[in-house]
């Protein structure tokens, strides 16, 4: 699974912005996809994740303001940022889980960095 992030960018407090990771290798639609995050210094964090059924998952820190979402037709995964704020900046980065535990991430693509300033 080849996996490729974009979207990021630098924004101010209160912006929203929507990153999309388009994957190519295997059926998209069988997999578990996430987006993690990491601050230079620091341990990579997840974000969010979307199952193959369409279930999702947040993390506390991003709950009621960002939302994944899948296009199943286009290969793409999304995420949709609302309210950011200065702590959300990061590299952030989409990964695949063909187990569909959520526990067994293989697949990453690069990052891109978001940068929200106050």
């Known amino acids: 699974v080849q996996l490729q992030a974009f979207g990021g960018g630098l924004v101010q407090a209160g912006d929203y912005l929507r990153l999309s990771c388009a994957a190519s290798?295997?059926?998209?639609?069988?997999?578990?996809l996430g987006w993690f995050r990491q601050i230079p210094g620091k341990e990579r964090e997840f974000v969010a994740s979307i199952t193959r059924g369409g279930n999702t998952y947040y993390a506390d820190s991003v709950k009621g303001r960002f939302t994944i979402s899948r296009d199943n037709a286009k290969n793409t995964v999304y995420l949709q940022m609302n309210s950011l704020k200065p702590e959300d900046t990061a590299v952030y980065s989409c990964a695949a889980d063909l187990t569909n535990t959520g526990r067994r991430y293989e697949y990453w693509g690069q990052g891109t960095l978001v940068t929200v300033s106050s």
């Open positions: 290798g295997r059926t998209f639609s069988s997999y578990m």
